[in-house]
C-alpha cells in the first residue's frame, strides 16, 4: 500500500468546498496557524482526523484502506475458490449418491 499524505488530501478537499480557512480552523476548535500545520502533515491522529472528515463531510479513512483493484482481485480469487468448492461438493454428492 502506498504511503498516504493525509495532510495534501486534506488540503484537496478542503480546496474543493470552497470554504474560508478561518471558518474551517473555528470549526475544528483551532487557530488558522495549526491548519496550515495540518496540510503539511502526513500523519493525523485519528480523532483529529474524525473531525476534519465531520467538518468536510469527507471520509480521509477510505485512504487508509486497499484500493478498489485490490478488493476486485480478493473478490475474484474467492469467487474462483468457491467455484472450486461447488464443484468438490457436486462430486462429493455425486459419490454418495452412488454409494
Not at 480523532?47 to 486497499?66: D, E, M
Amino acid at each position: 500500500m502506498e504511503t498516504v499524505e493525509i495532510g495534501q488530501k486534506i488540503k484537496g478537499i478542503f480546496d474543493e468546498r470552497n470554504m474560508r480557512l478561518t471558518e474551517f480552523a473555528d470549526e475544528l476548535g483551532t487557530v488558522r496557524q495549526n491548519v496550515y500545520r495540518i496540510f503539511k502533515k502526513r500523519h493525523v491522529d485519528t480523532g483529529l482526523l474524525l473531525k476534519i472528515s465531520q467538518v468536510l463531510r469527507h471520509n480521509f479513512f477510505q485512504y487508509y484502506v486497499s484500493q478498489p483493484a485490490e478488493i476486485d482481485e480478493k473478490i475474484q480469487a474467492l469467487r474462483t475458490e468457491t467455484d472450486d468448492f461447488q464443484k468438490q461438493l457436486e462430486l462429493s454428492r455425486k459419490e454418495i449418491d452412488y454409494l
